[in-house]
């Protein structure tokens, strides 16, 4: 029988990754579950195919900000504003993708309210859409007639930040209702401080810290989604099961469970 490490609870004192162990399989794996997410949520409702491009543009968009100082200065104003003009490609592209309507009227497990707040928090992201390329449009117009000394960008990222909430309150809002707190709670609470704080700042320490946090998280989405009898199709069964398996191998490269026990027998 092989043992799955999932149901399982460790203290920090329980961890034994080398550096390589965590570069070489864990960040890897962690990034191929937050694809896999993305393709759960397209075969949960395949209502979103017509946007489907709007994930990847996303997340694009999130490493940017992410990455984007609020105040550049001296050296700095020159790469800020490559930046900037990378967010206006980016936003530019997800206006055209928004553009394409995404039809909720058949859509099964989600009742008319349901889907009626669905829209409106789409109605909300085209709007941040054109806020955030407003305000950036108007800054880098400003900054190329007089090149400042300092820029402040505190409104764009903030306008940046809606466009992202928005656009995932939407995904979370418009999908199937037997799973929505399931999946809005795994996106909070995993796919984001992933995203985060490992794939993109790459903290080793956060991962060790907060790996209990993410197995509960990960764990919920996977009873609710294959074990309490809800009925969904086989490829969402098969996917999974994928993200099953690359969660229990980040745990066995990163866990030593007798090391742990030999320390509480001491």
């Known amino acids: 029988m092989t043992l799955s490490f999932s149901s399982f609870a460790y203290p920090p004192n329980s961890m034994d990754m080398t550096e390589y162990e965590y570069r070489r399989y864990v960040r890897p794996q962690l990034k191929s579950i937050l694809q896999d997410y993305q393709t759960l949520l397209l075969l949960l409702n395949p209502e979103f195919k017509p946007i489907k491009k709007s994930f990847s543009d996303i997340k ?31 936003i530019s592209s997800l206006k055209k993708i928004s553009n394409g309507k995404v039809n909720l009227k058949n859509k099964e497990y989600l009742t008319i309210d349901e889907k009626l707040k669905a829209q409106k928090i789409y109605g909300d992201y085209q709007n941040h859409l054109l806020r955030a390329q407003a305000s950036i449009d108007n800054l880098i117009l400003d900054v190329t007639l007089v090149p ?27 999908s199937d ?22 794939i993109v700042k790459d903290q080793k320490k956060y991962f060790v810290n907060n790996i209990n946090e993410l197995n509960i998280r990960w764990n919920s989405l996977n009873v609710r989604l294959s074990k309490r009898g809800k009925k969904v199709s086989k490829q969402v069964k098969t996917l999974i099961n994928i993200m099953h398996n690359r969660w ?19």
């Open 148 to 174: 400042p000394k300092n820029l402040y960008l505190r409104i764009q990222k903030d306008n940046i930040n809606k466009v992202i909430t928005s656009f995932y309150l939407f995904t979370t809002e418009a």
């Open 60 to 90: 694009s968009l999130l490493k940017l900000k992410l990455e984007l100082k609020d105040n550049c200065s001296g050296s700095q104003v020159k790469s800020c504003i490559i930046q900037l003009k990378k967010a206006q490609d980016i």
């Open 248 to 266: 229990n191998r980040v745990l066995k490269v990163t866990l030593n469970p007798m090391k742990h026990l030999k320390k509480k027998a001491q």
């Open 177 to 198: 209702n037997r799973f929505k707190n399931d999946l809005n709670g795994y996106w909070s609470n995993f796919v984001m401080p992933v995203y985060k704080f490992i």
